[in-house]
């Protein structure tokens, strides 16, 4: 275990450090919840192991989305004591609060008190570590309570047990030829589930190293830390990996095996541009934090991938596409609502039953995506619930429009379409994109000579430019900030 402030540990000597963490998490919070406000890094991931130990529920807090929000979190999950660090407060213009404690002072420890810890792992098989410092934990207990990123709402906080962790880490498992000399490089924060899931647990238990970075734009020290831990497997995002492609050299990838990436659509050119650089396909899947988080992704071995598509569900996970107005099923190869089911589904969002009742229909969990699942099972996601507009009476998809705007601009500008109040139609769309030397006429003509509904174009003085989309710290658009700015200018 690894991080790219040059700090590394030994399997043997993270363990001695979590047992050690474990103990003093004890001794100074009795409560359940403990919040951790830490970056992707190595002491970030002792912090999440030793407060599991302890028989805590770790609450990795999202600081990119701001003192108000995290607050929530805290008051959600009756948070009354938060681990982090005096340095890494400082490095992110955090201020202080009561009841933080710091690594800084948890982690001081006696050259015997380490010495000590040492022997007793070396000398004692796992069982017997087990029964005198892990405390008793069922697999339907509660493992952590993730956020939801807010990316279209109000964050949830989605309530996962081990067995929905264990049980998504063991279906990743069996599709990737991962050996003790595998090396995940993290760049996902600890407080999104692909991070918590992907890069903090997946090592820890299949047994494979793991190098960390905190900053998932920084493709220049990505690079470096991929040559120098000689990493070989990777999750991102296509934006970010639109990055490595600009900034990384060939051989600083060149011992990667895998590249996985999500939480938006993997478009052709980037795909392409990657392949041809570093010679390896980016491998597009799908998931949602409330399975724990990965729900399909295209598999490196036995064929089961398709161009477009996010793969096929791992196993263990059941998938179907109903009508979005009646419910009628199953539908192949043609477009409704996406629903999920398997052992990594969570228990439900924490303190909102109702809500929770929403997205629970028996067994599936309602994801809210449009997708279609073509005879060979395999999932392709066209839409976002939530990404419609009514205008006129019409439901307008906003990602249909997108696609069309993007071929319209070079690979290294993006866009996005967003929608605001209007008094004759309903709804009015917004198209904001990033390159300076475009022009709204010079859009609006390309889109008009698509197949696209004129109804679905966007006016000419709606297509907007900005020097950038805004993202979460997930990579992912942020979409209630862009419908600020489309409402500013209204």
């Given at each position: 275990?690894a991080?790219?402030t040059g700090?590394a540990?030994?399997?043997?000597?993270?363990?001695v450090?979590?047992l050690?963490l474990?103990r003093?998490i004890?001794r100074?919070?009795?409560e359940?919840s403990?919040g951790?406000l830490?970056?992707?890094?190595v002491?970030g991931?002792?912090?999440?192991?030793?407060?599991?130990?302890?028989?805590?529920v770790p609450?990795?807090?999202?600081f990119?989305?701001?003192?108000e929000?995290?607050a929530?979190a805290?008051a959600r999950c009756g948070?009354?004591?938060?681990?982090?660090?005096?340095?890494?407060?400082?490095k992110?213009?955090?201020?202080a609060?009561?009841g933080?404690?710091y690594?800084?002072?948890?982690?001081?420890?006696?050259?015997?008190?380490?010495a000590?810890?040492?022997?007793t792992?070396r000398a004692?098989?796992?069982a017997a570590?087990n029964?005198l410092?892990?405390?008793a934990?069922?697999?339907?207990d509660?493992?952590?309570?993730?956020?939801s990123?807010?990316s279209?709402g109000v964050?949830k906080g989605?309530?996962?047990?081990h067995?929905?962790?264990?049980?998504n880490i063991?279906?990743?498992?069996?599709?990737f030829?991962?050996t003790?000399?595998?090396?995940m490089?993290?760049?996902?924060?600890?407080f999104?589930s692909?991070g918590f899931?992907g890069?903090?647990?997946?090592?820890?238990?299949v047994?494979f190293g793991?190098a960390?970075?905190?900053?998932?734009?920084?493709?220049?020290?990505i690079?470096?830390?991929?040559?120098?831990?000689r990493?070989?497997?990777l999750?991102?995002t296509?934006?970010?990996?639109?990055?490595?492609i600009r900034?990384?050299?060939?051989?600083?990838?060149?011992?990667l095996r895998y590249?996985i990436v999500?939480a938006e659509?993997?478009?052709e050119p980037?795909?392409?541009a990657?392949?041809?650089k570093?010679g390896i396909?980016?491998?597009?899947?799908y998931g949602?934090?409330?399975?724990?988080p990965i729900?399909?992704?295209?598999a490196?071995?036995?064929?089961?991938?398709?161009?477009?598509s996010v793969?096929?569900?791992?196993p263990?996970?059941?998938?179907k596409v109903?009508d979005?107005?009646?419910?009628?099923?199953?539908?192949?190869d043609?477009?409704g609502?996406?629903?999920?089911?398997?052992?990594?589904?969570?228990i439900?969002?924490?303190?909102?039953p109702?809500?929770t009742?929403e997205v629970?229909?028996?067994d599936?969990?309602?994801?809210?995506?449009?997708a279609?699942?073509d005879r060979?099972?395999f999932?392709?996601?066209?839409?976002?619930l939530s990404?419609f507009?009514?205008?006129?009476g019409?439901?307008?998809p906003?990602m249909r429009?997108e696609?069309?705007?993007?071929?319209?601009?070079?690979?290294?500008h993006?866009c996005?379409v967003?929608?605001v109040p209007?008094d004759?139609?309903?709804?009015?769309?917004?198209?904001f994109?990033?390159d300076?030397?475009?022009?709204?006429?010079?859009l609006?003509?390309?889109l008009?000579?698509?197949?696209?509904?004129r109804?679905?174009?966007?006016?000419?003085?709606?297509f907007r430019?900005?020097?950038?989309?805004p993202?979460l710290g997930t990579?992912?658009?942020?979409l209630r900030?862009?419908?600020?700015?489309?409402?500013?200018?209204?």
């Amino acid at each position: 275990m690894a991080d790219s402030t040059g700090r590394a540990l030994t399997f043997g000597e993270a363990l001695v450090g979590s047992l050690l963490l474990s103990r003093a998490i004890r001794r100074q919070v009795p409560e359940r919840s403990i919040g951790l406000l830490l970056p992707g890094s190595v002491g970030g991931a002792i912090a999440n192991i030793a407060v599991s130990i302890a028989g805590k529920v770790p609450v990795n807090l999202n600081f990119t989305a701001g003192r108000e929000a995290m607050a929530a979190a805290v008051a959600r999950c009756g948070i009354t004591h938060t681990i982090t660090s005096r340095t890494f407060l400082s490095k992110a213009s955090i201020e202080a609060i009561d009841g933080m404690l710091y690594l800084e002072d948890l982690l001081r420890f006696s050259p015997a008190q380490k010495a000590a810890m040492f022997a007793t792992t070396r000398a004692l098989p796992a069982a017997a570590l087990n029964r005198l410092f892990v405390h008793a934990t069922t697999a339907d207990d509660l493992a952590t309570v993730i956020f939801s990123s807010g990316s279209t709402g109000v964050p949830k906080g989605v309530m996962l047990t081990h067995r929905n962790i264990l049980t998504n880490i063991q279906s990743v498992r069996t599709l990737f030829r991962l050996t003790s000399s595998d090396v995940m490089i993290g760049v996902l924060p600890f407080f999104h589930s692909f991070g918590f899931t992907g890069t903090l647990w997946f090592p820890a238990i299949v047994g494979f190293g793991v190098a960390y970075h905190p900053n998932p734009t920084d493709a220049k020290t990505i690079g470096e830390l991929t040559m120098k831990y000689r990493g070989s497997l990777l999750i991102s995002t296509p934006t970010f990996c639109a990055a490595y492609i600009r900034k990384i050299r060939p051989e600083q990838f060149a011992t990667l095996r895998y590249a996985i990436v999500g939480a938006e659509r993997l478009r052709e050119p980037v795909a392409n541009a990657f392949k041809e650089k570093f010679g390896i396909d980016l491998l597009e899947g799908y998931g949602c934090t409330e399975m724990a988080p990965i729900v399909a992704v295209n598999a490196p071995h036995g064929g089961a991938t398709a161009v477009g598509s996010v793969g096929k569900p791992l196993p263990g996970i059941d998938a179907k596409v109903v009508d979005t107005t009646t419910g009628r099923e199953p539908l192949v190869d043609t477009e409704g609502l996406l629903l999920v089911r398997g052992g990594s589904r969570m228990i439900g969002y924490l303190g909102e039953p109702e809500r929770t009742a929403e997205v629970l229909r028996d067994d599936w969990y309602v994801t809210g995506d449009i997708a279609t699942i073509d005879r060979n099972g395999f999932i392709r996601i066209t839409d976002r619930l939530s990404r419609f507009s009514k205008i006129g009476g019409e439901m307008v998809p906003h990602m249909r429009i997108e696609e069309q705007l993007q071929s319209l601009l070079p690979e290294s500008h993006t866009c996005i379409v967003t929608a605001v109040p209007d008094d004759v139609k309903g709804e009015r769309l917004v198209a904001f994109y990033t390159d300076p030397a475009a022009r709204p006429q010079q859009l609006w003509e390309g889109l008009c000579a698509t197949e696209l509904p004129r109804l679905w174009v966007p006016k000419r003085e709606d297509f907007r430019f900005v020097e950038t989309i805004p993202t979460l710290g997930t990579g992912k658009a942020d979409l209630r900030a862009v419908r600020r700015m489309a409402m500013e200018d209204c």
